[in-house]
């Protein structure tokens, strides 16, 4: 069985992946916040994180918005600079 980010639970995609556990306690992301992190850290576009979790363009730019704003960055380039220097 295939398993996609729609169907993990919170603590699952953060065992996956460890360092997002400490970044996600930083910045006090949500659970579809990482999600759509986890999406943006591996380099998929917007519309097909929009497929992978099956939510709108509308929604996806939300999440992404306020990822930005926790993080004090406005685009996914200072977003993974900026993650980097936190690992």
């Known amino acids: 069985q295939v398993r996609t980010l729609t169907n993990m639970r919170k603590d ?3 065992a996956c992946l460890p360092y997002l556990k400490e970044i996600a306690e930083k910045f006090k992301f ?3 916040e990482i999600q759509i992190l ?3 850290l591996g380099d ?3 519309a097909e994180i929009c497929g ?4 709108s ?3 996806v730019k939300t999440h992404t918005h306020n990822i930005y704003m926790k993080v004090q960055v ?3 380039q ?10």
């Open 57 to 59: 363009i509308g929604t």
């Open 38 to 40: 986890h999406c943006i």
């Open 74 to 76: 406005k685009s996914r």
């Open 78 to 87: 200072e977003l993974i600079r900026a993650l980097a220097e936190h690992r």
């Open 30 to 32: 949500t659970p579809r």
């Open 52 to 55: 992978e979790l099956n939510i």
């Open 12 to 14: 699952n995609v953060l």
């Open 44 to 46: 998929k576009t917007t």
